[in-house]
C-alpha cells in the first residue's frame, strides 16, 4: 500500500511522520557558516606616554609579587598566610581566623577603589595592572624578543615548517614555562615560607600540595597569557560584561573624534587634506595593529576595550608625523566629546558629585581601618565551655565550673598574662599563676571558676573572665556563664 492511499482511507500522517521535500540548493550557492574561527591577533609594538605607563605598572606589580615573598621581617618572612598554623603575618602584624573582618575591610575597600577608578577613567585597572593584562604584557615581550617585529610573526606561523621556525617557537615556549613557573613558586612562597620552599625543591622533597599549586598556578599563567590573551578579556572576565553600568556620558573613556577624523583616506604629507574635503585619519590601521584586544576604536566604544591607551600612542606618533595637531583618539568623555569642552571643563565635569561621594567613603573607610589596625589589641582569647563537667563541688566545699581558654599571643615577643575573674561574690580562678604564651602562638589552658556553695541562686549567672598582659596595656575581657545545679 502507498503512503497516499494510507494517508486517503486513515486521514493525514502525524507531523512526526511527515516527509517534508527540501529544496535543492541552486548550484553555484555558497554555503555561510555561522561559526567564524577565532583570529590570532598580533599587537604591533609602540611608544608613548601610555605604553611606558603600562611598563611602569607592569615593573611596579611584578616587584611586589615576586620580591615580597623574599623580604625578611625579623626571624621570619614579612608577608606569609601560614594556613597550617593559622596565622597570617603582614609585616609587624600578626593576624588570626578572627581578625576576618580585616579582609572583609580590605574586600570593600577594594570594590570601592575598583568603583571610583571605573567612574573616573573607564578600565584603569584592565588597562595597566590586572594581571591578566600583566603577564600577557611580559609573554608578549618575549615573543616579540626572539620571533621578531609584528610583520616577522605573521610570516613565520604562515610559512612552513623549518628549522628556524622550529628553534624560535621551542625557545619561545621554553621561556614561557620558566615564567610561568617561576610565577607558581612565587605564588606557593606566600603560603609556604619561600626560602624553606626553595630548599624542599632543591632537595625534591616538596610536599604533594605545593607541588600541585606551582604547577597548577605556572599552567593557568602559561595558557592565559600564552595562548588566551585578550580571549580571558572578552570573555572570561565578568568585569567586560558589567562595566557600563559603572559608565556615564562624564567618564574617561579612549574615544575616536569622527567630526574631526573623517572622511578618512589614505595620503601623504605634501595633501592638502582641506582642499580635498577629507579628515585628519590617514587610514593607516595602526590603531588597529596596536590594539592587544584587535578591535578598531574607530568604530566607536566597545566592551572589548581595555582602555590601556595603546591607540592613542600610535595615533599621536602619525599625527606628529604628518604636522596634525595631536588627539584625534585621546581619553575623553562622551559629553566633552560632543559639546567640544576644552580640558578645564572636562576635569571639572570628572570630578562629579558620584566619583566625591565615592573618594569620601574611600577615604572614610581606609582611615577608619588603620586606626583600627593601630589601636588593634595584641591578644585574642576564646572561651570554651568543658561539656564533660558543667559544675562539680571541689575542696573546701566549693562550687567550680572549668573552662578551657584559647589565649593568642599576636605579639613578636613573649608574652605572660595573668588571669582574673569578676560578675560573683567570692570567685577565685585557678591557676592564679601567670600563664606564659611563646611570640606568635596560642596555647590552651584549662581554667577553674569556684565561688562558695550555696552563695547564689541555682541557675545560669554571667561572669567576666580578664585576661591581662603583664607589665603592658594589652587586656581582653571574655563573657561567660556560670551555672549552679539545683
Known amino acids: 500500500m502507498t503512503a497516499t492511499s494510507a494517508s486517503s482511507r486513515h486521514g493525514a500522517l502525524p507531523a512526526a511522520q511527515r516527509v517534508i521535500p527540501i529544496a535543492a540548493e541552486p548550484e553555484g550557492a555558497a554555503t555561510v557558516s555561522l561559526y567564524a574561527a577565532s583570529r590570532k591577533i598580533y599587537p604591533r609594538a609602540v611608544s608613548g606616554v601610555f605604553s611606558r605607563w603600562r ?8 616587584l611586589v609579587f615576586y620580591g615580597l615573598p623574599w623580604l625578611g621581617w625579623g626571624e621570619r618572612q614579612a608577608v606569609l598566610f601560614d594556613l597550617a598554623a593559622r596565622r597570617f603575618y603582614l609585616f609587624g602584624l600578626v593576624l588570626y581566623p578572627q581578625d576576618l573582618i580585616y579582609l572583609s575591610g580590605l574586600l570593600v ?15 584603569l585597572w584592565c588597562g595597566y595592572a590586572c594581571p591578566q593584562t600583566v603577564y600577557s604584557e611580559i609573554f608578549l615581550w618575549v615573543e616579540q624578543k626572539i620571533e621578531g617585529s609584528r610583520a616577522a610573526r605573521m610570516r613565520l606561523d604562515g610559512g612552513p615548517m623549518s628549522l628556524e621556525k622550529g628553534v624560535k617557537k621551542v625557545y619561545k615556549h621554553i621561556v614561557w614555562i620558566g615564567i610561568a613557573l617561576w610565577t607558581g613558586f612565587s605564588f606557593v612562597g606566600y603560603f609556604t615560607p619561600i626560602r624553606e620552599l626553595g630548599l624542599a625543591f632543591l632537595q625534591t622533597r616538596m610536599g604533594s600540595w605545593e607541588v600541585f599549586w606551582v604547577f597548577f598556578y605556572g599552567f593557568a599563567t602559561y595558557g592565559n597569557a600564552g595562548f588566551m590573551r585578550e580571549q580571558v578579556c572578552k570573555y572570561m572576565c565578568p568585569y567586560a560584561r558589567f562595566q557600563s553600568a559603572m559608565f556615564d556620558r562624564d567618564t574617561l573613556i579612549v574615544s575616536y573624534d569622527p567630526g574631526r577624523g573623517e572622511p578618512r583616506a589614505p595620503r601623504g604629507r605634501s595633501v592638502d587634506a582641506r582642499a580635498r574635503g577629507l579628515g585628519d585619519c590617514i587610514d593607516c590601521g595602526l590603531c588597529v595593529q596596536v590594539c592587544p584586544t584587535g578591535i578598531d576604536i574607530r568604530q566607536g566604544l566597545q566592551y572589548e576595550c581595555i582602555g590601556c591607551g595603546q591607540c592613542v600612542d600610535a595615533c599621536r606618533t602619525v599625527m606628529q608625523k604628518m604636522d596634525y595637531p595631536t588627539g584625534l583618539i585621546r581619553y575623553d568623555t562622551a559629553n566633552g566629546m560632543a559639546q567640544g569642552w576644552r580640558r578645564a571643563q572636562l576635569w571639572r565635569r570628572v570630578l562629579r558629585p558620584r566619583v566625591l561621594v565615592y573618594a569620601g567613603v574611600l577615604l572614610l573607610l581606609s582611615a577608619g581601618m ?28 566549693r562550687l567550680e565550673n572549668v573552662y578551657r581558654l584559647q589565649i593568642m599571643n599576636a605579639s613578636e615577643q613573649p608574652q605572660r598574662y595573668r588571669l582574673s575573674a569578676e560578675g560573683l561574690d567570692g570567685i577565685a580562678v585557678s591557676p592564679d599563676t601567670p600563664v606564659e604564651v611563646g611570640p606568635a602562638e596560642s596555647r590552651w589552658v584549662a581554667v577553674r571558676l569556684s565561688i562558695p556553695y550555696g552563695s547564689v541562686a541555682p541557675g545560669s549567672h554571667g561572669v567576666h573572665i580578664t585576661v591581662a598582659q603583664e607589665g603592658g596595656s594589652a587586656q581582653v575581657v571574655e563573657k561567660a556563664a556560670f551555672l549552679v545545679p539545683r
Do not use: C, H
Open 109 to 123: 575597600i577594594s570594590a570601592l577603589a575598583l568603583f571610583l577608578f571605573t567612574a573616573v577613567a573607564g578600565r
Open 370 to 397: 588603620l586606626a583600627s589596625l593601630v589601636v588593634r589589641t595584641p591578644l585574642k582569647v576564646d572561651v570554651v565551655r568543658d561539656r564533660a563537667a558543667l559544675a562539680r563541688i571541689a575542696e573546701g566545699g
Open 55 to 62: 611598563w611602569a605598572l607592569v615593573f611596579a606589580t611584578q
